[in-house]
Nanobody, 120 residues
């Protein structure tokens, strides 16, 4: 009953920017942490960035000081601002939420994924 709805993404040229959004829907009381992961063909899914309900952030090496994660707790929405995109950033990006409290507690919820393609 909890769904993560992603928006943004698409095809951009190297050096360009994209802003991804992910909104959690449902009768949600709170979400402990939200984040973004990505997966390229033949590779394992990797952490891009994560943010807690208190605003503490962590970034994977792939972010390389180019990405910024933020969230709006009132809207249960997380954002990922991606700047200076490189072809190696091309991947399917997945929104993630952990510790999603409704009447039940969902340990982990995943979005459907959105493809980001960076051309050169």
């Amino acid at each position: 009953q909890v769904h993560l709805v992603e928006s943004g993404g698409g095809v951009v040229q190297a050096g360009g920017s994209l802003r991804l959004s992910c909104a959690a829907s449902g009768s949600i009381f709170s979400i402990n942490a939200m984040g973004w992961y990505r997966q390229a063909p033949g590779k394992e899914r990797e952490l891009v960035a994560e943010i807690t309900s208190g605003g503490s952030t962590s970034y994977g090496d792939s972010a390389k000081d180019r990405f910024t994660i933020s969230r709006d707790n009132a809207k249960n929405t997380v954002y990922l601002q991606m700047n200076s995109l490189k072809p190696e950033d091309t991947a399917v990006y997945y929104c993630n939420a952990e510790g999603v409290r409704t009447r039940l507690l969902y340990r982990e919820v995943w979005g459907q994924g959105t493809l980001v393609t960076v051309s050169s």
